[in-house]
């Protein structure tokens, strides 16, 4: 069993930077494939970034350029480097994780196996 815990999120500003962290339990940190996806008040959860064990990369059109994923394998933790945020980012985010065993066809299609419990990110003037 994996367990994720963000941290990081808060009030910001139309057009201010936000960085969210997620800290994993467990081990195969480095294998794992992570995501950051989001669900804006009345919406549905949607992706927002994924990075792969490898390192490969996948953004959602609505963040691409403004957002950046990365891993800290020696810390076990997966960031989210938000700028130019604006309304529309208002959302909660969630940290997830697929097992260390999955491989890419796996990660790409298929909802993660682990979820954390989801940070309020709030962008108001």
């Known amino acids: 069993q994996v367990q994720l815990e963000e941290s990081g999120g808060g009030l910001v500003r139309p057009g201010g930077s936000l960085r969210l962290s997620c800290t994993a339990s467990?081990?195969?940190?480095?294998?794992?494939?992570m995501a950051w996806y989001r669900q804006p008040p009345g919406k549905q959860r949607e992706l927002v970034a994924r990075?792969?064990?490898?390192?490969?990369?996948a953004y959602a059109d609505s963040v691409k350029g403004r957002c950046t994923i990365s891993k800290d394998n020696a810390k076990n933790t997966v960031y989210l480097t938000m700028n130019s945020l604006n309304l529309e980012d208002t959302a909660v985010y969630y940290c997830?994780?697929?097992?260390?065993?999955?491989?890419?066809?796996?990660?790409?299609?298929?909802?993660?196996?682990?979820w954390g419990q989801g940070i309020q990110v709030t962008v108001s003037a």
């Open positions: 997830a994780a697929w097992t260390s065993s999955a491989i890419l066809s796996t990660v790409v299609s298929t909802p993660p196996d682990y």
């Open positions: 467990g081990s195969q940190f480095r294998r794992r494939a």
């Open positions: 990075i792969t064990g490898s390192g490969g990369l």
